[in-house]
T-cell receptor, first 113, second 115 residues
Framework: AQSVSQHNHHVILSEAASLELGCNYS??????LFWYVQYPGQHLQLLLK??????LVKGIKGFEAEFIKSKFSFNLRKPSVQWSDTAEYFC???????????FGGGTRLMVKP | DTEVTQTPKHLVMGMTNKKSLKCEQH?????MYWYKQKAKKPPELMFV???????INESVPSRFSPECPNSSLLNLHLHALQPEDSALYLC??????????????FGEGSRLTVL
């Protein structure tokens, strides 16, 4: 069975600070990894995804994530956060069959103006 | 806006009521999902339909009954729920098992309160 751990439950940053959110996964097969964001009162939206190829993937709104197979990690980064990045961020792993997406516990990010 | 539409957005029901949540997508996706999300928790998978057939049931109590009438619609029938079933119920869709993208598209959810 797959599982995902996000170690930072709450993060508070000032605008322009750099962001890194940790994500570690556990899965025996080929991994497909995702970061989703949930802005207050809105639906879950895909930030970025990794399936294969370049382990550094770029997503929307200046976010990127790096897949490090040896560390079972897929950390999310952004060089300079904005107040509008305040949201909850979920790391997720998809199984080989492509029909089961498992979420990590989420990280609630608050960016102070 | 999302391309997965869920109705109603809010539902309050008693423990003896029967109600249904509805989900619709017109992206041609062949996999549809129900997730349950409690406050300050991640979404938890309940059911997966693939090509209109139930492929995954994550040990969900029988008071939740899913139905997939066609490839665009997904229902969740509710009966004799408990107050602890109060949550945000999320519908999602994806291209299906033959797709290599795997991305799930989520609706805004139906917020259910059981009194």
């Amino acid at each position: 069975a797959q599982s995902v751990s996000q170690h930072n439950h709450h993060v508070i940053l000032s605008e322009a600070a750099s962001l890194e959110l940790g994500c570690n996964y556990s899965y025996g097969g080929t991994v497909n990894l995702f970061w989703y964001v949930q802005y207050p009162g809105q639906h879950l939206q895909l930030l970025l995804k990794y399936f294969s190829g370049d382990p550094l993937v770029k997503g929307i709104k200046g976010f990127e994530a790096e897949f490090i197979k040896s560390k079972f990690s897929f950390n999310l980064r952004k060089p300079s956060v904005q107040w509008s990045d305040t949201a909850e961020y979920f790391c997720a792993v998809m199984n080989n069959a492509g029909n089961m997406l498992t979420f990590g516990g989420g990280t609630r990010l608050m960016v102070k103006p | 806006d999302t391309e997965v539409t869920q109705t109603p957005k809010h539902l309050v029901m008693g423990m003896t009521n029967k109600k249904s949540l509805k989900c619709e997508q017109h992206m041609g996706h062949r996999a549809m999902y129900w997730y349950k999300q409690k406050a300050k928790k991640p979404p938890e998978l309940m059911f997966v339909y693939s090509y209109e057939k139930l492929s995954i049931n994550e040990s969900v109590p029988s008071r939740f009954s899913p139905e997939c009438p066609n490839s665009s619609l997904l229902n969740l029938h509710l009966h004799a729920l408990q107050p602890e079933d109060s949550a945000l119920y999320l519908c999602a869709s994806s291209q299906g098992k033959q797709s290599n993208t795997g991305e799930l598209f989520f609706g805004e959810g139906s917020r259910l309160t059981v009194l």
